[in-house]
């Protein structure tokens, strides 16, 4: 695999990826992650997660996600539209969610459940 160096806005990411656009996806991914909690909601109706995205998009990231083998800064191996690799990450996390409710997992969080305190035992100064 390639080494790929991708960034958008003030994010970047250097990764090995099979293909420039899988690398342009990965970071997207590392960016999206700290919302992933939209898809554990479910009175969230897929307009609403798909909004939510969009403006994190619009207040975080540029336009596009520049990839290039030679360095940050450079797009090399080509430039891809934030909206069509935000647009196919929600589907990707939409069919997750429809996947795994369709297996029965109808109470699936994508993000591990908060640690209950109240029965640990205090911990010694």
């Known amino acids: 695999m390639a080494k790929y160096y991708a960034s958008c806005g003030s994010q970047t990411l250097t990764i ?15 960016i999206m992650a700290a919302h992933v909690w ?41 430039e891809f539209g934030v909206p069509e690799l935000l647009d196919e990450w929600h589907k990707l996390m939409m069919g997750l969610t429809q996947m795994t409710i369709a297996v029965g997992l109808t109470q699936r969080r994508v993000l591990p459940p908060a640690i209950d305190s109240t029965n640990s035992p205090n911990n010694p100064r």
Not at 57 to 69: F, K, M, N, P
């Open 16 to 30: 090995s990826a099979p293909t420039a656009q899988f690398a342009a996806m990965r970071l997207i991914d590392e």
């Open 38 to 78: 939209i898809y554990d909601d479910a009175s969230m109706s897929e307009q609403t997660r798909r909004d939510h995205l969009v403006l994190e998009a619009l207040l975080h990231l540029g336009a596009t996600v520049c990839v290039s083998q030679r360095g940050l800064g450079r797009n090399d191996e080509g």
